[in-house]
C-alpha cells in the first residue's frame, strides 16, 4: 500500500509533463519528525508541487509513509508519468502551467476590454447639449454596443482542463446593451450624463448556444460630466472637456463534465476626454479623444475533474482521495488607476431628427488595439 502511495505522490501529477526532456528541478519533502525526500522533477510537475507543498507532506505524514520507502520507488515512479502522459487525453504537455497562465492572460485580456465597453457607451454626438432651463435639454434612449473580445487563453484554459472548447471562437465581439439620460445644466454652461447596463449570456439562446460551454454576465453603472469650452455660437463648433467614472463587475468562465474555470472581476474607470462637434441642418458629426485609467481586480478558480480526465487507475484515485493530487486551483490580479493608462480616439455622427436622435459611433484603444462600436437610439430635445 505504501507502494502505492508514493507513487501517487509523485507520479500522480504525470499528466504534467510529456517526457524527460523538460529541465528539472530538485523539490525536497519533510514531513513528521525527520521523514526527507528529495526528487527531481520537471518543470511543470515542480510548479504544482511547490504550490500544494504543505499538502503533500501532510498526506505523506498521515499515511505513514517513510523516507526509506519513498526513494525505492523514485525511478518507478518517473516512468509511471511518462508511460501515463502517453495516453492522457489531456491535449498540453504542461497542463498545470497552462491553466495558470492561460487564466492570468485572460485577465489580462479582461482589463482591456471592460473600460472600452464601459466608455463606448453614452456617448452622445452633441459636445454639449444645453442648459435645462429656460428651455429644456435632456434626452433618454438605448445603445447597442461591441468591442473585440479575445478567448485564446480562455480556450487554452479550458483545453487543458479536459474541456471541449470546439465550439467557442477565438475572437469574438463583446456585446453591450445599454440604457442612458443626459440632462443640459444651469447656469455654467455643462450637461451631465448617466448609463447602466447589463448583459448574461445564459438568459440569451442564440448567443448561449454559439459560446458553450463558456459564458460571461456583466453590469455596468456610471456617468460623466461636460463643460463646454466653446457653444457653437455662429459657425463654431461645439467644444466640450469632461470627466467621466464607470463601474463594471462579472463573471467569464468555461465548465463541462465536472471541470470549470472562472473569472470573476471588477473595474472602475476614470476618464478624461475632449469632444468636437457641428450641427450641419439634422446631421451631427463628431469626433473625440479620451484617456483611460483604470483599477481593476480580477479573481480566477479552476477545478479539475481528474478522475475522469485522467482515465483513473488506481494509484491516480488514491490520490485524489488522499487530496494529494489537488482538483482546484486560484489566483487573481489587481491593478492600480495608473498602472494601465489607455489613449483612445472616438468619432462618428448623428441624424437628429426632430425629437429622435440616431447616433452611430467607433473608438479605438491604441495600447490594446481594441475597435469598439455603438449605435444609439434616443428621445431627445436639444
Known sequence: MKRAKIVAIVAIASFMVASTAYADQEITLTWGSDETLTVSVPDDLASVVNDHKSE?????????????????YVNEAKKAYTDF???????????????????????????????????????????????ILPKPNFGFGINAGVSKLKLDALK??????????????STMVFPVATVDLRVGGFFLPFDVGFTISGLDTSKLGALDKAI???YFDFFTIGGDIRYAVL??????????????????????????????????????????????????????????????????????????????????????????????????????????????VRPVIYGGFAFDLAVI??????????????????????????
Open 56 to 72: 503533500i507532506e501532510s498526506a505523506l505524514q498521515k499515511n505513514g509513509v517513510t523516507s526509506a520507502t519513498a526513494e525505492g
Open 357 to 382: 436622435d440616431i447616433t452611430l459611433s467607433g473608438s479605438y484603444d491604441f495600447v490594446s488595439s481594441i475597435p469598439s462600436g455603438a449605435l444609439s437610439i434616443r428621445f431627445a430635445l436639444h
Open 212 to 214: 458553450s460551454p463558456a
Open 231 to 340: 457653444k457653437g455660437e455662429a459657425i463654431l463648433p461645439k467644444v466640450s472637456v469632461g470627466l467621466g467614472v464607470y463601474h463594471m463587475s462579472g463573471h467569464i468562465g468555461a465548465e463541462k463534465d465536472g471541470s470549470a474555470a472562472e473569472m470573476d472581476f471588477s473595474a472602475t474607470t476614470l476618464s478624461l476626454s475632449a469632444q468636437v462637434s457641428k450641427k450641419l441642418v439634422f446631421f451631427v458629426p463628431f469626433a473625440g479623444a479620451r484617456v483611460m485609467f483604470t483599477s481593476s481586480s480580477v479573481n480566477w478558480n479552476a477545478k479539475a475533474n481528474w478522475a475522469k480526465i485522467l482515465k483513473t487507475n488506481s494509484n491516480i484515485q488514491n490520490a485524489i482521495d488522499y487530496g494529494i493530487l489537488p482538483q482546484t486551483f486560484s489566483g487573481g490580479s489587481d491593478k492600480g488607476l495608473f498602472e494601465h
Open 85 to 131: 502522459l502517453s495516453n492522457s487525453s489531456i491535449k498540453t504537455t504542461t497542463p498545470y502551467g497552462t491553466v495558470i497562465n492561460g487564466l492570468n492572460d485572460m485577465t489580462d485580456v479582461l482589463t482591456d476590454v471592460i473600460p472600452n465597453v464601459q466608455l463606448q457607451q453614452n456617448v452622445w454626438a452633441d459636445a454639449w447639449i444645453g442648459h
Open 156 to 169: 487554452t484554459t479550458g483545453e487543458a482542463l479536459g474541456i471541449d472548447m470546439g465550439g467557442v471562437p
